[in-house]
């Protein structure tokens, strides 16, 4: 208990004083809730995962929660604040953002006497169809990297240990228990790994979660090369390794590879393999003794560095309204504006009718399904809805946009919930402005066949918006869907899964009391075959009306966009996105004037001027771009700024370019290389759009995998 000690002396003084039974109960956890016939175990808050408090030793429990936009199941327990979607906070642009919302809800985890908080998730977007990618923070590694990262850090910030994860490669659901990611090192060294490596860096998590699926054939929480190799040896973490629930296959093997916590194995896993399989191969000398007491004294050391054990979590008042209004600041600054012809938005409040079609928008706003949704104090707005087993049950959060519409507009507000659309047409024709909403619930365990949205809502656009030119779409959804009816449309507003303030928010931007500033985080392609895998063979679930497309593949190829994910395979595939990645509208117009590039001191920095050319003050996200030498290179976002400039003001940027970024990594040499040669430079408004371009000549380099970024 001596806390001028570093966490690591602290760790092996606790870990000395262990009996193997208590070394043994430390690196399993209970899932912690009732389940087929078990009884919650005594101790546990009804959560994912409850490890016994060890009071010989002054070792608190560890209470582990999901997830990343707020706290899980605690439905029972009073309920908890969501934040908008991992999409929507990626948009913003803006770590502090990230950084907030993790406090945010780390803080009301905390306050509710959990520890531990499975926050974290940085797998890339690799196609838009994946039902979790709501969970996630886009298809850039920078981008995703530095979101969460910070995400993390908040958390962390409040004394409850982060997770990161899902490492690696877990980008579809659909046979995700199975399924093997195939990709060659350099390209997942460049991509998603990095991503993993940025947000580590930046948040320092107390544990690393592995994923259920298989990496080149071996299973992730099993896989020597990258628990050992690339995480705890090139990255030099610290941490403690856990698993997803359902993710071990193994005893020895699991351990040798890095694992070292199983998560539930008595419900998810065929057995509970670190007991008494691991103690079995403990004494036939399969694994050492060594392995183990390694395993306790890596999640003794996140105990103590997150300061769990000097600070236990107790329980306190939460204070929903301040925290809600952290989602909804999340919310607007995340909400992309995709389409405004004509200036129709922003909306007067002088309106003298409006019609609000469709999406339950008279009872709240979608949230997405799975171990990720968060129950609001008030309940569940729209409760019944299919499928009444996992991953629901839908969950909208209480924040009515009507109610929030009606206390703005000074007309007449009227109200279709869009099922029969001849009606809802009617409506809109009397009505000097018609907003639709529009959803698509996603969640965990299963992916989307197509790009479609369901329950023939593009239907209800066409008629709606072929009755009203004045037609504005608010989408409610996982991300990218088909949109045919686009052109019809005046206003499009993405506003991705809007969290416990959605309704709020979502109103405060059709009228102009917010500017929006969201930028995409991934491409939004026109439809399916712009896809590397046009198909995902099994996607679909019967419980919702999506019944499977055949069975589930053995394995995904992503050997075939490699490192090039999103924007940077549209570049090389020279095809056309609906929306590329960066994109954003807003109510006012920037320019950027004067762009500079230069190497010193061995950084590269890109200077600028930003304009706000508009009549209304707003706030913009300048992206610069690097392509490195060679022929083979696409273009990666290598940094950006968001600020906020006073209509017809003038601000000079700087921004010095991730020096990451500027490197690749050598299969052969196994390290990273930045090649001598010119460096393309683009300033621009997203992925394809640039205003400004220059070259800089920088110098040959090699980096070792070992990166201090990576280690507290």
Request: aromatic share 8%; glycine share 10%; proline share 7%.
């Amino acid at each position: 208990m001596n806390s001028s000690l570093s966490p690591d002396q602290r760790a092996t003084l606790v870990l000395k004083a262990m009996t193997q039974d208590e070394k043994f109960r430390l690196i399993r956890a209970d899932f912690g809730q009732p389940s087929e016939g078990r009884a919650m175990p005594a101790g546990a808050l009804t959560s994912a995962g409850y490890v016994p408090a060890i009071a010989r030793l002054g070792l608190p429990a560890l209470q582990e929660t999901d997830a990343g936009l707020g706290m899980a199941k605690a439905d029972k327990s009073g309920g908890a604040i969501s934040l908008p979607s991992g999409l929507a906070t990626a948009a913003s642009f803006d770590p502090q953002i990230a950084y907030a919302g993790g406090a945010m809800i780390g803080s009301e985890a905390r306050k509710k006497g959990f520890n531990v908080m499975l926050v974290g998730g940085v797998d890339l977007e690799r196609d838009p169809r994946n039902g979790r990618n709501f969970e996630y923070a886009g298809e850039d590694p920078l981008l995703a990297g530095t979101i969460a990262g910070n995400a993390v850090r908040g958390v962390q910030d409040q004394k409850v240990i982060a997770t990161v994860k899902h490492y690696a490669l877990n980008a579809l659901e659909t046979g995700r228990n199975t399924l093997s990611s195939q990709i060659d090192e350099p390209a997942a060294r460049d991509a998603d790994l990095l991503a993993f490596e940025i947000a580590i860096g930046i948040g320092h998590p107390g544990s690393v979660m592995c994923a259920y699926n298989r990496y080149n054939a071996v299973y992730a929480c099993e896989n020597d090369w990258l628990l050992n190799a690339v995480l705890k040896g090139d990255w030099g973490y610290p941490g403690y390794v856990m698993s997803d629930w359902g993710a071990v296959h193994s005893a020895g093997k699991s351990a040798l590879a890095g694992l070292d916590q199983e998560s539930a194995g008595e419900v998810f896993d065929p057995k509970v393999f670190f007991d008494q399989p691991l103690r079995a191969a403990i004494a036939s000398g399969e694994v050492p003794q060594s392995r183990v007491d390694d395993m306790v004294r890596r999640i003794l050391r996140s105990l103590f560095a997150a300061g769990i054990i000097d600070h236990p979590a107790k329980a306190a008042p939460i204070d929903f309204a301040a925290d809600g209004a952290v989602a909804q600041k999340a919310e607007e600054a995340g909400v992309v504006l995709l389409r405004n012809q004509h200036d129709l938005l922003p909306l007067s409040p002088s309106l003298k009718s409006m019609a609000v079609i469709g999406g339950h928008a008279d009872k709240g706003v979608l949230s997405g399904g799975g171990s990720s949704v968060v129950y609001p104090p008030a309940g569940n707005a729209v409760p019944g809805l299919p499928p009444d087993g996992w991953p629901g049950p839908r969950v909208y959060q209480p924040s009515a946009p009507l109610a929030a519409i009606a206390r703005l507009v000074l007309g007449k507000v009227q109200f279709n919930d869009g099922r029969d659309v001849a009606a809802a047409a009617q409506l809109a024709s009397h009505a000097d402005v018609a907003v639709v909403f529009v959803e698509q619930w996603d969640a965990e365990s299963f992916d989307r066949p197509d790009m479609t949205l369901p329950d023939h809502q593009d239907a209800l656009v066409a008629a709606v918006a072929k009755a009203n030119p004045h037609t504005v779409v608010v989408l409610e959804n996982n991300g990218p869907v088909n949109m045919p009816w686009l052109d019809q449309t005046a206003a499009v507003l993405e506003s991705w899964y809007p969290g416990a303030r959605g309704g709020e928010a979502i109103t405060r931007l059709l009228f102009g009391e917010v500017l929006p500033s969201g930028r995409l985080p991934m491409t939004w392609p026109k439809d399916e075959s712009q896809l590397p895998r046009p198909q995902i063979p099994g996607a679909g679930l019967a419980s919702i009306g999506v019944p499977p497309q055949g069975q589930p593949a053995d394995t995904v190829d992503y050997r075939i966009e490699g490192a090039d994910v999103g924007y940077r395979w549209f570049q090389k595939k020279h095809i056309e996105p609906l929306f590329p990645f960066g994109y954003g509208l807003t109510y006012t117009h920037f320019g950027y004037d004067k762009l500079k590039a230069k190497w010193a001191d061995g950084k590269l920095v890109v200077a600028f001027d930003v304009s706000n050319r508009g009549s209304r003050d707003g706030t913009d996200v300048p992206q610069v771009y690097v392509t490195l030498p060679g022929e083979n290179h696409t273009r990666r976002l290598a940094g950006w700024r968001r600020l906020t400039l006073k209509k017809g003001a003038t601000l000079h940027v700087e921004i010095t370019a991730d020096p990451w970024i500027l490197a690749a990594f050598d299969g052969q040499r196994k390290n990273w290389q930045r090649p001598a040669g010119s460096y393309r430079i683009q300033l621009g408004h997203s992925a394809t759009s640039f205003e400004g371009e220059a070259n800089v000549e920088l110098p040959a380099a090699s980096f070792s995998v070992r990166r201090s970024r990576a280690s507290p």
